[in-house]
C-alpha cells in the first residue's frame, strides 16, 4: 500500500539498501546464477529481490536455455513460465494443441525442434522489449488478404 514502508520479511526492520545479489535458478538438474538488483536488510544481511527483477531474471535463465538448444518438456515449461503464457495460450500462439504442447511439458514426446525455436525467438524478443514475434505469430493465424492497390509502408 501507499505510504507503508518496505520490511526486511525476516527481522522486520526498515533499513534496506538497494544492492546487487545473485539470483540461483535450478532448470532441470541445471543451476544458473543470475546478478540482479535487490534490497539487501542492514541489520541481518536479508536479501529481498522484486518480482520484477525475478521475473527479468528467469527470462534471462528462458534465454540461454534457449540457445544452448536445451530440448526437454521441463525447458518448454520454464520458458512458456518465464514468458508469462499458460500452456493452452502459447500452444495456440505457435499452432499446436494443447494437448499436444501437454505432452511436450510432461515428458510423454520430446518437444519439436520448430516449437522449440518459436518459443526461444518469443524469449529473445521479450528480453529485448519487443512484441513483434508475438504480432508475427498472431498475423499468422489470421492472414490478410492482398490489398487491390499498391500499400506504402513506412521506410
Same mark, same amino acid.
Given at each position: 500500500?501507499?505510504? @507503508?514502508?518496505?520490511?526486511?520479511?525476516?527481522? /522486520?526492520?526498515?533499513?534496506? /539498501?538497494?544492492?546487487?545479489?545473485?539470483?540461483?535458478?535450478?532448470?532441470?538438474?541445471?543451476?544458473?546464477?543470475?546478478?540482479?538488483?535487490? @534490497?539487501?536488510?542492514?541489520?541481518?544481511?536479508?536479501?529481498?529481490?522484486?518480482?520484477?527483477?525475478? %521475473?527479468?531474471?528467469?527470462?534471462?535463465?528462458?534465454?540461454?536455455?534457449?540457445?544452448?538448444?536445451?530440448? %526437454?518438456?521441463?525447458?518448454?515449461?520454464?520458458?512458456?513460465?518465464?514468458?508469462?503464457? /499458460?500452456?493452452?495460450?502459447?500452444?495456440?500462439?505457435?499452432?499446436?494443441?494443447?494437448?499436444?504442447?501437454?505432452?511436450?511439458? +510432461?515428458?510423454?514426446?520430446?518437444?519439436?525442434?520448430?516449437?522449440?525455436?518459436?518459443?526461444?525467438?518469443?524469449?529473445?524478443?521479450?528480453?529485448?522489449?519487443? +512484441?513483434?514475434?508475438?504480432?508475427?505469430?498472431?498475423?499468422?493465424?489470421?492472414?490478410?488478404?492482398?490489398?487491390?492497390?499498391?500499400?506504402?509502408?513506412?521506410?
Amino acid at each position: 500500500m501507499q505510504g @507503508e514502508s518496505v520490511r526486511c520479511p525476516t527481522c /522486520q526492520s526498515e533499513a534496506l /539498501q538497494s544492492d546487487r545479489c545473485e539470483e540461483r535458478i535450478v532448470v532441470g538438474g541445471e543451476t544458473f546464477v543470475v546478478d540482479v538488483v535487490c @534490497e539487501r536488510c542492514v541489520k541481518c544481511g536479508e536479501e529481498v529481490v522484486s518480482y520484477q527483477a525475478r %521475473s527479468a531474471a528467469e527470462l534471462t535463465v528462458a534465454f540461454a536455455l534457449a540457445q544452448r538448444g536445451r530440448l %526437454s518438456g521441463t525447458t518448454l515449461r520454464f520458458m512458456r513460465k518465464a514468458l508469462g503464457y /499458460q500452456a493452452g495460450e502459447l500452444a495456440t500462439l505457435i499452432d499446436v494443441t494443447p494437448e499436444t504442447f501437454s505432452r511436450w511439458e +510432461n515428458g510423454e514426446r520430446l518437444p519439436e525442434g520448430r516449437a522449440f525455436v518459436l518459443v526461444g525467438l518469443l524469449v529473445a524478443a521479450r528480453l529485448r522489449g519487443s +512484441n513483434d514475434a508475438v504480432g508475427l505469430l498472431e498475423a499468422l493465424r489470421a492472414p490478410v488478404q492482398f490489398a487491390a492497390a499498391p500499400v506504402k509502408l513506412a521506410g
